[in-house]
């Protein structure tokens, strides 16, 4: 499955055009490896996500080919580690609006 639309069904993301632009923008990684929207996601996959204020790496357990529930969501995905990100202070400064998007 595109790794756009596992972020979005999982809810590791609301909607797929964030998912998408994270995705390109260079935030997620799929087994260390920069990943962009169209790569695809397999079951077992380690993946990194870098949002605005956190990093999470997740293993994929399973795929989903529509919406589900949350409760269901939560069971594609296994959070291996969680942590904040606190901005750099050049990160802070530059103002870009796609600023999160940078790598760590």
């Known amino acids: 499955m595109r790794l756009d639309q596992f972020l979005r069904y999982s809810r590791l993301v609301k909607r797929r055009p964030l998912a998408k632009s994270l995705a390109d923008g260079g935030a997620v990684d799929i087994e260390g490896k920069t990943a962009k929207a169209s790569s695809r996601v397999e079951v077992g996959d380690v993946l990194r996500l870098r949002l605005?204020?956190?990093?999470?790496?997740?293993?994929?357990?399973?795929?989903?080919?529509?919406?589900?529930?949350k409760k269901d969501?939560?069971?594609?995905?296994?959070?291996?580690?969680?942590s904040a990100h606190v901005p750099g202070e050049e990160e802070e400064r530059s103002g870009a609006p796609l600023d999160f998007l940078k790598r760590s």
């Not at 790496?57 to 589900?68: D, K, P, S």
């Not at 594609?76 to 580690?81: K, T």
């Open 52 to 69: 605005e204020n956190r990093t999470l790496r997740v293993r994929v357990l399973g795929e989903a080919r529509r919406n589900l529930s």
């Open 73 to 82: 969501a939560s069971a594609l995905f296994e959070i291996l580690e969680e």
